[in-house]
């Protein structure tokens, strides 16, 4: 075996051994303090006729609440699973009108939703981690024979992370019988939080929080 290249000092190992670890104090190790949020499946709405205009976000406001919904006020942060905040992330955010319809091509009657309505929204993180946005409540839907609590789709990417995953309403009755919000261990994650209820707006937040 001599003059044979190695990786590692001794080859029996793989992987740098336990007594390696052990020459580095326990600050090196961070301990992570918040859990990962779940990832939930994209869905097959993802506007991606929109997605592809990210420069116009504009125009694409997720919702006004002219279209006749309860207004939705959604506040939060974007963080690392060491609680620390991610500034300039990415957050799309895409979700039902409340009749529990997309702005999608594949979306039986799209053409009756109300023109005020995107359904789409891009925003980005500020030096906090915080985000913001106002729409209003999408309604439950049925698609393919499964039936959906409402919820909001969000895809976040910051540098090399992305998140797909779905928010939903704290205490809807709906939530119980929702075949993807239930295939989630810790589903709670999934839920924002009531900021306030008054006539005509919830207030919920909801933080996000990526691998790293
Ligand atoms: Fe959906």
Redesign the pocket.
């Known amino acids: 075996m001599q003059g044979r290249p190695t990786l590692w000092p001794d080859e029996s190992n793989a992987v740098p051994s336990r007594s390696y670890s052990k020459t580095l104090p326990a600050e090196a190790f961070p301990q992570t303090v918040r859990p990962r949020t779940p990832g939930l499946l994209l869905?097959?709405?993802y506007p991606v006729h929109l997605a592809t205009e990210r420069q116009s976000t504009e125009k694409h406001r997720a919702g006004a609440p002219s279209t006749g919904g309860q207004r939705l006020e959604l506040s939060g942060r974007v963080l690392d699973t060491y609680a620390q905040p991610l500034a300039g992330a990415c957050i799309e955010l895409w979700?039902?009108d409340p009749q529990g319809r997309?702005r999608h091509r594949s979306q039986p009657g799209v053409e009756e939703i109300g023109f005020d309505f995107a359904g789409y929204e891009v925003l980005t993180t500020r030096a906090e981690g915080s985000w913001h946005a106002t729409t209003e409540i999408?309604g439950p839907?049925s698609?393919d024979g499964v039936s959906?609590a409402p919820?909001l789709?969000f895809q976040v990417t910051y540098r090399h992370v992305r998140l797909v995953t779905?928010m939903f309403f704290p205490d809807h009755p709906m939530n119980a019988t929702d075949r993807w919000y239930c295939a989630v261990p810790n589903r709670a994650l999934l839920v924002g939080r009531k900021r306030s209820d008054e006539p005509g707006c919830l207030a919920l937040e909801w933080d996000i929080v990526l691998a790293g």
């Open positions: 869905g097959p709405f979700h039902a997309y999408p839907y698609h959906r919820h789709h779905q």
